[in-house]
Protein backbone atom coordinates (compact mmCIF):
# COMPACT_ATOMS: atom_id res chain seq x y z
CA UNK A 1 0.00 0.00 0.00
CA UNK A 2 2.94 2.42 0.92
CA UNK A 3 4.29 1.79 -2.60
CA UNK A 4 1.02 2.45 -4.57
CA UNK A 5 0.74 6.02 -2.68
CA UNK A 6 4.30 7.30 -3.16
CA UNK A 7 3.54 6.00 -6.77
CA UNK A 8 0.34 8.16 -6.29
CA UNK A 9 2.61 11.01 -4.91
CA UNK A 10 5.24 10.63 -7.72
CA UNK A 11 2.41 10.90 -10.44
CA UNK A 12 1.15 14.11 -8.74
CA UNK A 13 4.70 15.71 -8.22
CA UNK A 14 5.43 14.73 -11.76
CA UNK A 15 2.37 16.17 -13.03
CA UNK A 16 3.28 19.62 -12.52
CA UNK A 17 6.10 19.39 -14.73
CA UNK A 18 4.28 18.19 -17.44
CA UNK A 19 1.01 19.64 -17.53
CA UNK A 20 2.03 22.32 -19.95
CA UNK A 21 2.72 19.46 -22.86
CA UNK A 22 -0.59 17.89 -21.98
CA UNK A 23 -2.40 21.19 -22.28
CA UNK A 24 -0.92 21.85 -25.47
CA UNK A 25 -1.98 18.32 -26.90
CA UNK A 26 -5.50 18.81 -25.62
CA UNK A 27 -5.78 22.07 -27.07
CA UNK A 28 -4.86 20.80 -30.65
CA UNK A 29 -7.88 19.05 -30.66
CA UNK A 30 -9.62 22.77 -30.80
CA UNK A 31 -9.10 23.89 -34.64
CA UNK A 32 -9.93 23.87 -38.06
CA UNK A 33 -8.37 23.42 -41.11
CA UNK A 34 -10.41 26.34 -42.37
CA UNK A 35 -9.28 28.86 -39.81
CA UNK A 36 -6.20 30.64 -41.44
CA UNK A 37 -8.22 31.33 -44.77
CA UNK A 38 -11.63 32.01 -42.85
CA UNK A 39 -10.22 34.99 -40.77
CA UNK A 40 -8.73 38.14 -42.13
CA UNK A 41 -7.15 39.97 -39.69
CA UNK A 42 -5.80 43.30 -40.25
CA UNK A 43 -2.89 45.17 -37.47
CA UNK A 44 -4.53 48.08 -35.61
CA UNK A 45 -1.07 48.47 -33.52
CA UNK A 46 1.83 45.88 -32.89
CA UNK A 47 4.18 46.59 -30.09
CA UNK A 48 6.27 43.74 -29.93
CA UNK A 49 9.70 43.28 -31.57
CA UNK A 50 10.85 40.47 -29.49
CA UNK A 51 11.41 37.06 -30.86
CA UNK A 52 8.65 34.26 -29.93
CA UNK A 53 10.30 31.69 -27.00
CA UNK A 54 9.36 27.87 -26.23
CA UNK A 55 9.10 27.11 -22.60
CA UNK A 56 9.20 23.44 -23.53
CA UNK A 57 8.33 21.05 -21.27
CA UNK A 58 7.90 23.15 -17.88
CA UNK A 59 4.81 25.46 -16.27
CA UNK A 60 7.06 28.51 -16.47
CA UNK A 61 4.22 30.47 -18.65
CA UNK A 62 4.26 33.28 -16.41
CA UNK A 63 8.23 33.70 -16.37
CA UNK A 64 8.20 33.94 -20.36
CA UNK A 65 5.58 36.22 -20.28
CA UNK A 66 6.34 38.64 -17.96
CA UNK A 67 10.18 38.68 -18.89
CA UNK A 68 8.81 39.36 -22.77
CA UNK A 69 6.58 42.18 -21.28
CA UNK A 70 10.01 43.37 -19.26
CA UNK A 71 11.84 43.15 -22.73
CA UNK A 72 9.31 44.89 -24.18
CA UNK A 73 9.53 47.51 -21.55
CA UNK A 74 12.79 47.92 -22.82
CA UNK A 75 12.66 48.73 -26.11
CA UNK A 76 9.86 51.19 -24.51
CA UNK A 77 12.37 53.23 -22.91
CA UNK A 78 14.39 52.87 -26.12
CA UNK A 79 17.28 50.56 -24.37
CA UNK A 80 18.85 47.54 -26.01
CA UNK A 81 17.30 44.37 -26.83
CA UNK A 82 18.04 41.98 -23.81
CA UNK A 83 17.32 38.44 -23.98
CA UNK A 84 16.39 37.75 -20.04
CA UNK A 85 17.03 34.42 -18.98
CA UNK A 86 13.82 32.89 -17.73
CA UNK A 87 14.87 30.05 -16.16
CA UNK A 88 17.01 32.93 -13.88
CA UNK A 89 13.57 33.95 -12.74
CA UNK A 90 12.01 30.84 -12.33
CA UNK A 91 14.91 29.67 -10.26
CA UNK A 92 14.81 32.47 -8.11
CA UNK A 93 11.70 32.07 -8.10
CA UNK A 94 11.72 28.56 -6.70
CA UNK A 95 13.80 29.83 -3.71
CA UNK A 96 11.03 31.78 -2.56
CA UNK A 97 8.66 29.47 -3.23
CA UNK A 98 10.53 26.79 -0.82
CA UNK A 99 11.01 29.04 1.75
CA UNK A 100 7.36 29.92 1.99
CA UNK A 101 6.66 25.89 1.26
CA UNK A 102 8.66 25.33 4.80
CA UNK A 103 7.26 28.04 6.62
CA UNK A 104 4.02 26.98 5.27
CA UNK A 105 4.76 22.83 7.03
CA UNK A 106 4.32 22.16 3.37
CA UNK A 107 0.18 23.59 3.20
CA UNK A 108 1.10 25.78 -0.05
CA UNK A 109 1.48 24.03 -3.50
CA UNK A 110 4.48 23.23 -5.15
CA UNK A 111 5.27 23.49 -8.53
CA UNK A 112 6.10 25.73 -11.69
CA UNK A 113 3.60 27.49 -11.66
CA UNK A 114 3.61 31.24 -10.41
CA UNK A 115 2.50 34.67 -11.07
CA UNK A 116 3.17 37.75 -12.93
CA UNK A 117 4.03 39.91 -9.55
CA UNK A 118 6.94 37.17 -8.86
CA UNK A 119 8.39 38.01 -12.08
CA UNK A 120 8.73 41.60 -11.16
CA UNK A 121 9.35 40.81 -7.48
CA UNK A 122 12.48 38.44 -8.21
CA UNK A 123 13.32 41.09 -10.96
CA UNK A 124 13.66 43.52 -7.50
CA UNK A 125 15.50 41.24 -5.52
CA UNK A 126 17.25 39.09 -7.82
CA UNK A 127 18.22 41.22 -10.75
CA UNK A 128 18.55 39.20 -14.12
CA UNK A 129 20.64 37.96 -16.57
CA UNK A 130 20.93 37.14 -20.26
CA UNK A 131 19.73 34.48 -21.84
CA UNK A 132 23.03 33.53 -23.00
CA UNK A 133 24.58 33.43 -19.52
CA UNK A 134 21.80 31.47 -17.94
CA UNK A 135 20.06 29.07 -20.30
CA UNK A 136 19.21 26.58 -17.58
CA UNK A 137 19.65 23.15 -19.93
CA UNK A 138 22.10 21.95 -17.75
CA UNK A 139 20.57 18.65 -17.87
CA UNK A 140 21.18 17.43 -21.25
CA UNK A 141 18.56 18.77 -23.56
CA UNK A 142 17.14 21.23 -25.94
CA UNK A 143 14.19 22.37 -24.44
CA UNK A 144 12.67 23.18 -20.67
CA UNK A 145 12.55 19.48 -19.45
CA UNK A 146 11.51 19.75 -15.49
CA UNK A 147 9.35 16.65 -14.88
CA UNK A 148 12.27 14.48 -13.04
CA UNK A 149 13.88 18.16 -11.14
CA UNK A 150 10.49 19.22 -9.96
CA UNK A 151 9.56 15.54 -8.42
CA UNK A 152 12.66 15.77 -6.87
CA UNK A 153 12.79 18.96 -5.29
CA UNK A 154 8.96 18.75 -4.08
CA UNK A 155 10.34 15.22 -2.27
CA UNK A 156 13.43 16.76 -0.52
CA UNK A 157 11.16 19.57 1.01
CA UNK A 158 8.90 17.36 1.81
CA UNK A 159 11.36 15.32 3.94
CA UNK A 160 12.50 19.22 5.14
CA UNK A 161 8.79 19.70 6.56
CA UNK A 162 8.67 15.90 8.05
CA UNK A 163 11.83 16.43 9.87
CA UNK A 164 12.15 13.81 12.20
CA UNK A 165 15.23 15.67 13.99
CA UNK A 166 12.06 17.64 14.93
CA UNK A 167 13.85 21.61 14.29
CA UNK A 168 15.28 22.71 10.87
CA UNK A 169 18.71 23.33 10.80
CA UNK A 170 20.55 25.95 8.43
CA UNK A 171 21.66 23.25 6.03
CA UNK A 172 18.52 22.84 4.08
CA UNK A 173 18.45 25.85 1.64
CA UNK A 174 21.94 25.53 0.76
CA UNK A 175 20.95 21.69 -0.09
CA UNK A 176 18.03 22.63 -2.01
CA UNK A 177 20.02 25.73 -3.88
CA UNK A 178 22.81 22.72 -4.44
CA UNK A 179 19.88 20.78 -6.19
CA UNK A 180 18.98 23.94 -8.64
CA UNK A 181 22.47 24.29 -9.21
CA UNK A 182 22.30 20.45 -10.67
CA UNK A 183 20.19 20.57 -12.70
CA UNK A 184 19.78 24.81 -14.03
CA UNK A 185 23.60 25.59 -14.03
CA UNK A 186 25.04 27.38 -11.05
CA UNK A 187 24.42 31.36 -11.07
CA UNK A 188 27.61 33.47 -11.53
CA UNK A 189 28.57 36.16 -9.23
CA UNK A 190 29.70 38.59 -11.32
CA UNK A 191 30.17 37.72 -15.34
CA UNK A 192 31.03 39.69 -18.37
CA UNK A 193 28.42 41.47 -21.00
CA UNK A 194 29.85 43.15 -23.60
CA UNK A 195 33.43 44.06 -21.83
CA UNK A 196 31.84 45.27 -18.71
CA UNK A 197 31.67 43.44 -15.52
CA UNK A 198 28.24 42.54 -13.76
CA UNK A 199 26.78 41.27 -11.24
CA UNK A 200 22.74 40.56 -11.58
CA UNK A 201 21.44 43.11 -9.68
CA UNK A 202 23.93 45.72 -11.22
CA UNK A 203 22.97 44.27 -15.12
CA UNK A 204 19.39 45.04 -13.52
CA UNK A 205 19.83 48.31 -12.72
CA UNK A 206 22.01 49.14 -15.82
CA UNK A 207 21.60 47.78 -18.86
CA UNK A 208 17.53 46.50 -18.02
CA UNK A 209 17.43 49.98 -16.22
CA UNK A 210 13.26 49.25 -15.43
CA UNK A 211 12.00 49.82 -11.47
CA UNK A 212 10.44 47.09 -10.23
CA UNK A 213 7.82 49.29 -7.78
CA UNK A 214 6.47 50.48 -11.65
CA UNK A 215 4.14 47.88 -12.00
CA UNK A 216 0.92 47.22 -10.73
CA UNK A 217 -1.48 43.99 -11.21
CA UNK A 218 -4.84 44.36 -11.25
CA UNK A 219 -8.11 41.29 -11.91
CA UNK A 220 -11.90 41.61 -11.51
CA UNK A 221 -14.02 40.24 -8.54
CA UNK A 222 -17.68 40.85 -7.36
CA UNK A 223 -16.76 39.39 -4.07
CA UNK A 224 -13.50 42.49 -3.25
CA UNK A 225 -14.27 46.22 -2.24
CA UNK A 226 -13.09 47.81 -6.09
CA UNK A 227 -9.60 49.69 -6.28
CA UNK A 228 -8.65 47.75 -3.02
CA UNK A 229 -6.15 45.08 -2.80
CA UNK A 230 -7.43 41.65 -2.77
CA UNK A 231 -6.13 37.90 -2.25
CA UNK A 232 -5.29 36.68 -5.84
CA UNK A 233 -7.23 33.36 -4.60
CA UNK A 234 -6.00 30.76 -7.37
CA UNK A 235 -3.24 27.87 -6.50
CA UNK A 236 -0.27 29.63 -8.21
CA UNK A 237 -0.33 32.18 -6.31
CA UNK A 238 2.15 31.08 -3.94
CA UNK A 239 3.84 34.42 -2.60
CA UNK A 240 0.13 35.19 -1.17
CA UNK A 241 0.33 38.43 -3.44
CA UNK A 242 -3.19 40.99 -3.46
CA UNK A 243 -4.00 42.79 -7.12
CA UNK A 244 -6.20 45.56 -7.35
CA UNK A 245 -9.72 45.10 -7.93
CA UNK A 246 -11.21 46.98 -10.47
CA UNK A 247 -14.51 46.45 -12.86
CA UNK A 248 -14.39 43.83 -15.68
CA UNK A 249 -15.14 46.44 -17.98
CA UNK A 250 -12.27 48.61 -16.84
CA UNK A 251 -9.56 45.43 -17.40
CA UNK A 252 -10.45 46.16 -21.00
CA UNK A 253 -10.03 50.05 -20.91
CA UNK A 254 -6.88 49.63 -18.93
CA UNK A 255 -5.62 47.30 -21.80
CA UNK A 256 -6.54 49.55 -24.74
CA UNK A 257 -5.27 52.85 -22.81
CA UNK A 258 -1.46 50.69 -22.41
CA UNK A 259 -1.78 50.36 -26.15
CA UNK A 260 -2.79 52.93 -27.61
CA UNK A 261 0.34 54.72 -25.90
CA UNK A 262 2.87 52.47 -26.65
CA UNK A 263 2.74 50.20 -23.27
CA UNK A 264 2.21 45.86 -23.98
CA UNK A 265 0.61 44.08 -21.40
CA UNK A 266 1.60 40.38 -19.29
CA UNK A 267 -1.65 38.36 -19.22
CA UNK A 268 -2.87 35.63 -16.94
CA UNK A 269 -5.66 33.79 -18.17
CA UNK A 270 -7.69 30.46 -18.72
CA UNK A 271 -6.98 28.64 -21.69
CA UNK A 272 -9.42 25.21 -20.84
CA UNK A 273 -12.22 26.85 -22.93
CA UNK A 274 -13.28 24.87 -26.83
CA UNK A 275 -13.14 28.02 -28.04
CA UNK A 276 -10.00 29.04 -27.56
CA UNK A 277 -7.38 26.78 -30.61
CA UNK A 278 -3.92 27.34 -29.80
CA UNK A 279 -3.46 25.78 -34.03
CA UNK A 280 -5.65 28.37 -35.17
CA UNK A 281 -3.89 31.17 -32.81
CA UNK A 282 -7.98 32.16 -31.93
CA UNK A 283 -10.04 32.76 -28.77
CA UNK A 284 -13.44 33.93 -28.91
CA UNK A 285 -16.59 33.10 -26.81
CA UNK A 286 -19.18 31.49 -28.94
CA UNK A 287 -22.69 32.29 -28.40
CA UNK A 288 -24.20 28.62 -27.81
CA UNK A 289 -22.77 26.92 -25.12
CA UNK A 290 -20.45 24.00 -26.48
CA UNK A 291 -22.32 21.08 -25.00
CA UNK A 292 -25.72 22.59 -27.07
CA UNK A 293 -24.07 22.74 -30.66
CA UNK A 294 -24.30 20.22 -33.03
CA UNK A 295 -21.48 18.34 -34.59
CA UNK A 296 -21.10 20.42 -37.48
CA UNK A 297 -21.60 23.44 -35.08
CA UNK A 298 -18.20 22.22 -33.04
CA UNK A 299 -15.84 21.29 -36.13
CA UNK A 300 -16.76 24.68 -37.86
CA UNK A 301 -16.29 26.84 -34.77
CA UNK A 302 -13.13 28.23 -36.16
CA UNK A 303 -14.58 28.32 -39.64
CA UNK A 304 -14.38 32.71 -39.59
CA UNK A 305 -15.92 35.06 -36.97
CA UNK A 306 -18.70 34.16 -35.32
CA UNK A 307 -21.30 36.33 -33.00
CA UNK A 308 -20.11 36.11 -29.73
CA UNK A 309 -22.12 35.79 -25.89
CA UNK A 310 -22.55 39.02 -24.17
CA UNK A 311 -20.56 38.44 -20.41
CA UNK A 312 -21.34 39.72 -17.55
CA UNK A 313 -19.86 40.69 -14.79
CA UNK A 314 -21.52 37.49 -12.71
CA UNK A 315 -20.71 35.21 -15.77
CA UNK A 316 -17.07 35.95 -15.13
CA UNK A 317 -17.56 35.66 -10.94
CA UNK A 318 -20.10 32.36 -11.59
CA UNK A 319 -17.18 30.49 -13.81
CA UNK A 320 -14.49 31.47 -10.73
CA UNK A 321 -16.31 29.63 -8.52
CA UNK A 322 -17.14 26.65 -10.66
CA UNK A 323 -13.37 26.17 -11.62
CA UNK A 324 -14.50 26.38 -15.42
CA UNK A 325 -12.17 29.56 -15.20
CA UNK A 326 -8.77 28.06 -13.95
CA UNK A 327 -5.22 29.92 -13.92
CA UNK A 328 -4.15 28.04 -16.48
CA UNK A 329 -1.24 30.42 -18.71
CA UNK A 330 0.42 33.47 -18.83
CA UNK A 331 1.02 35.10 -22.42
CA UNK A 332 1.87 38.69 -23.43
CA UNK A 333 -0.69 41.16 -25.03
CA UNK A 334 1.39 43.09 -27.60
CA UNK A 335 -1.51 44.92 -30.07
CA UNK A 336 -4.48 45.43 -31.77
CA UNK A 337 -6.17 43.60 -34.58
CA UNK A 338 -9.52 43.45 -36.37
CA UNK A 339 -10.97 41.02 -38.19
CA UNK A 340 -12.73 41.36 -41.59
CA UNK A 341 -16.15 42.37 -39.85
CA UNK A 342 -14.37 45.30 -38.29
CA UNK A 343 -14.44 43.68 -34.50
CA UNK A 344 -11.22 44.32 -32.65
CA UNK A 345 -8.88 41.39 -31.19
CA UNK A 346 -6.16 41.60 -28.89
CA UNK A 347 -2.69 40.50 -30.67
CA UNK A 348 -1.35 37.74 -28.05
CA UNK A 349 2.28 36.23 -28.10
CA UNK A 350 2.47 32.72 -26.40
CA UNK A 351 5.72 30.61 -25.36
CA UNK A 352 4.66 27.21 -26.92
CA UNK A 353 6.58 27.67 -30.48
CA UNK A 354 5.88 28.99 -33.60
CA UNK A 355 4.00 26.11 -34.92
CA UNK A 356 0.54 27.29 -35.31
CA UNK A 357 -0.96 29.48 -37.74
CA UNK A 358 0.26 32.85 -36.75
CA UNK A 359 3.89 31.90 -36.12
CA UNK A 360 3.67 31.72 -32.24
CA UNK A 361 0.96 34.70 -31.52
CA UNK A 362 -3.10 34.73 -31.06
CA UNK A 363 -5.98 36.97 -31.99
CA UNK A 364 -8.02 37.15 -28.55
CA UNK A 365 -11.58 38.66 -28.37
CA UNK A 366 -12.32 41.26 -25.70
CA UNK A 367 -15.39 39.20 -25.00
CA UNK A 368 -13.03 36.62 -24.18
CA UNK A 369 -10.30 38.62 -22.39
CA UNK A 370 -13.03 39.72 -20.26
CA UNK A 371 -14.45 36.62 -19.13
CA UNK A 372 -11.12 34.39 -18.89
CA UNK A 373 -8.86 36.89 -17.38
CA UNK A 374 -7.38 36.02 -14.22
CA UNK A 375 -5.04 38.97 -13.76
CA UNK A 376 -3.27 41.66 -15.49
CA UNK A 377 0.02 43.47 -14.75
CA UNK A 378 1.20 46.68 -16.66
CA UNK A 379 3.01 50.06 -16.23
CA UNK A 380 1.35 52.08 -13.64
CA UNK A 381 1.56 54.88 -16.17
CA UNK A 382 -0.50 53.57 -18.56
CA UNK A 383 -3.61 53.39 -16.70
CA UNK A 384 -6.39 55.65 -17.69
CA UNK A 385 -6.32 58.51 -15.68
CA UNK A 386 -9.51 57.86 -14.00
CA UNK A 387 -8.09 54.67 -13.01
CA UNK A 388 -5.14 55.72 -12.04
CA UNK A 389 -6.27 57.89 -9.68
CA UNK A 390 -9.23 55.84 -8.08
CA UNK A 391 -6.13 53.55 -7.50
CA UNK A 392 -3.90 55.70 -5.75
CA UNK A 393 -1.21 56.12 -8.16
Not at 48 to 56: D, I, L, R, Y
Not at 119 to 128: D, I, R, S
Not at 205 to 232: I, N, Q, R, W
Not at 363 to 387: C, D, G, H, Q
Request: glycine residues 6%; neutral net charge.
Amino acid sequence: MKFLQSIFALLLISGAAFAQDDLVKSLDKNKSANAKEKYKFKTILNLEASPVKNQGSSGTCWSYSGNSFLESEMMRNSREFVDISEIYTARCAYIERARNYVRMHGNVGWGDGAELHDVVQVYGKYGALPYELYTGLNYGTEKNRFGEMQAALEGFLQGIVKNKNRQLTKNWMPAFTAALDTYLGEVPEKFEYKGKTYTPKSFADEVVGLDAYDYVEMSSFLYAPLYKPTMLMVPDNWSLQSVYNIRMNEMTEAVDNALENGYTVAWATDVSEKSFSWKNGVAFIPEKDYASMTLKERKTMFDGPKPERKITSQDREDAFDNYTTTDDHGMHIVGKASDQNGKEYYMVKNSWGEKNDHKGYLYVSKTFFEYKTTAILMNKNALPRRLKKELGF
